[in-house]
């Protein structure tokens, strides 16, 4: 259990040696704007992670609104989720729409064959969806169809949710209980077709992109970001090849290609690795392997700067987060997880490497919101806990939609464990849309605390305040018993001639403005 701890660090402190890493921002060098779609989130129906965690249905003894727990929408609410993706993930390939619409009570039964083979009822649809969203206050990102659908059904989708018209689908909605479009901000055209999504190669994929696209129709006020599905993991044909080949016109829309990439500790997909109780090597391997994250980012921007210089198509890591072997006895399917200190930092090191690449990335989404892989949230029936990942996410607020400004690290703490090194500290700035800096700084290594001295050129800087989030154990994480074990205090510093000077304890995040 750790304490609250406030850390001031005053002049005796800062004035010590010299500190070990350096990190230089300048305030006058701003580069992109860090889109807000980069904290968005992920529901799938997959496990407990609609029905349950999200979704108790409006005659549920759990409080809710519309069928959506109130507790569950409350703690996001805080987290200004900005952006939800849904119905899938693999699940969105053999979702056929027209099941989820109309009165629930006569809509099929069908398996969710991807996902622990349990009754999909379709209890949650188009209408249900469109509620959590507005209530969040976020934006609407629907996954199409590509694997089990045809060109029409997805088209008429689009036309369901967007049209203003008289036109049958339309009425149809508006006999539903929705008079005005709902407004659809994103739509994929499948998911990792690669893979779940139907097996092809990036040639046949980017075929068949084509030819969903040219009859996706919407009006001109409701026309969504079109996503392609695009690679994972160190794959860059995907990205290659859609943006050499799909060449926009009139009628034919690629804003985006998406990419997955999830972070194993062992790599191997049979035994992923323990969500607590870990040895330090497998602490070391997972962040050994998010990190690769960043050069993976990079060889997809190489692709794509090549096929469009002019940077018209994103980069949407719209699946990312730690996938360990499920904790506790729910069907394997189900993908529960613990998430601990050690997701904290996973989080927060892709936040970063994620500003970093703001040019092209204006979207990622963690998988997933509630009950499934790295989660905000878990659930015990009526009972909720917040997760290390949703402290994180509180914490990085400030960086939606603020403008980046140049960072350079020198002289990087390294972590060192076998034959394994990796930089120890990680550091993000930007100038929010409150107008102070903010920075964010993390420390990898669950041994020792790092020496950091932040020098900010361009602007006087008096002190730091913020939160900090650290813990005493690798694995440390919240209960339904012990909710509160890892959660964020506050933290402040002072800085001396303009310079400050932090120990960043082991294994922490530190969010902090400038004063
Ligand atoms: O997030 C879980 C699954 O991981 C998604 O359904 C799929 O797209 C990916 O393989």
Same mark, same amino acid.
């Given at each position: 259990m750790i304490k609250p701890l406030v850390m001031a660090l005053g002049l005796?402190?800062?004035?010590g040696a010299l500190a070990d890493t350096q990190v230089k921002i300048d305030a006058a060098k701003t580069g992109p704007v860090i889109n807000k779609n980069i904290y968005g989130?992920?529901?799938?129906?997959l496990g407990r992670g609609i029905y349950e965690g999200l979704w108790v249905g409006p005659d549920s003894t759990i409080p809710n609104t519309k069928g959506w727990r109130n507790d569950v929408v409350g703690a996001l609410k805080e987290l200004q989720v900005p952006l939800i993706r849904w119905p899938g993930g693999c699940f969105a390939d053999e979702y056929h729409w027209r099941e989820g619409i109309g009165p629930r009570e006569q809509r099929p039964a069908r398996v969710n064959t991807n996902w622990g083979g349990v009754i999909e009822d379709n209890a949650v649809g188009t209408h249900e969806f469109f509620d959590l969203v507005e209530m969040l206050g976020a934006e609407a990102y629907v996954n199409g169809n590509l694997g089990t659908g045809t060109p029409q059904e997805m088209a008429e989708w689009l036309e369901y949710m967007t049209s203003d018209s008289k036109s049958t689908l339309a009425e149809l909605r508006r006999k539903n209980g929705r008079d005005k479009p709902f407004r659809v901000h994103y739509f994929a055209i499948g998911n990792e077709a690669w893979g779940c999504g139907?097996?092809?190669?990036?040639?046949?994929?980017?075929? %068949?992109y084509k030819q969903y696209a040219s009859f996706l129709k919407t009006p001109k006020d409701n026309t969504p970001v079109m996503i392609a599905s695009g690679g994972h993991t160190e794959d860059?044909?995907?990205a290659d090849?859609?943006?050499?080949?799909?060449k926009p016109?009139?009628? %034919?829309?690629m804003d985006a290609v998406s990419f997955h990439y999830y972070t194993l500790p062992t790599g191997d997909w049979v035994k992923k690795g323990a969500a607590t109780g870990f040895p330090e090597s497998e602490w070391m391997s997972t962040m050994v392997n998010t990190l690769k994250m960043d050069q993976f980012i990079i060889n997809n921007k190489k692709v794509m700067d090549k096929n469009d210089p002019e940077k018209k198509v994103g980069f949407y890591v719209d699946e990312w987060g730690t996938w360990y072997d499920v904790t506790g006895d729910d069907d394997p399917g189900f993908l529960y997880q613990q998430n601990s200190m050690r997701d904290a930092i996973v989080a927060a090191l892709n936040f970063n490497i994620f500003h970093k690449h703001a040019d092209r990335v204006h979207m990622s989404i963690i998988a997933q919101m509630v009950n499934v892989l790295q989660a905000m949230i878990l659930t015990d029936k009526e009972k909720m806990i917040l997760t290390p990942t949703y402290h994180v996410f509180k914490m990085y607020k400030p960086f939606q939609d603020a403008t980046s400004l140049q960072i350079e690290l020198k002289n990087v703490a390294r972590y060192k464990l076998g034959k394994s090194s990796i930089p120890a500290v990680s550091a993000t700035a930007a100038r929010a849309k409150d107008g102070k800096i903010y920075i964010a700084l993390v420390n990898a290594n669950p041994n020792q605390a790092e020496k950091v001295s932040v020098n900010l050129a361009g602007v006087a800087m008096n002190s730091v305040k913020g939160e900090i989030l650290t813990a005493a154990a690798m694995d440390a994480h919240n209960t339904f018993a012990a909710p509160e074990n890892v959660k964020p205090?506050?933290?402040?510093a002072n800085a001396a001639n303009g310079k400050l000077a932090i120990d960043v304890p082991a294994k922490s995040v530190i969010v902090v403005a400038v004063e």
């Open positions: 005796g402190m800062s004035l989130q992920f529901a799938e129906h139907g097996n092809m190669t990036p040639e046949f994929y980017t075929h %068949l860059t044909s995907w090849h859609l943006t050499a080949n799909v016109n009139w009628s %034919l829309r205090a506050p933290f402040a």
